[in-house]
Every structure is written in C-alpha cells, then in structure tokens.
C-alpha cells in the first residue's frame, strides 16, 4: 500500500524572497545548460564526443 502526504508551507515574506531566489538562479542554470546541448547538438549530430 502506498501512501502520499501533502503538505502546505506558510514561509515568512524574508523566506519566501530566498525561495523565488534559488528558483529563478535554477531555472536560469537549467536553460543555459540546456542551451549548451543544443548548441552542442548542432555542432556534433551524431553525437561523437572528444576525449
């Protein structure tokens, strides 16, 4: 049997500012990256990497 749990944060104002913080810096690092193997892929189609 599983089971699930939800729970539901009230942070303070200074705590929720921290979080949007980190989120906004891992969605940036996320697209960036992603933006990267794109590029990569464009370059390299067939997907040969170099030692």
Do not use: H, S
């Not at 942070?11 to 980190?22: D, L, R, V």
């Amino acid at each position: 049997m599983r089971k699930a749990y939800k729970y539901r944060l009230y942070p303070t104002k200074e705590q929720e500012e921290k979080i949007q913080f980190t989120l906004e810096r891992c969605r940036l690092l996320y697209n960036r990256l992603l933006d990267e193997r794109v590029a990569l892929k464009k370059v390299m189609p067939d997907g040969q990497r170099t030692a």
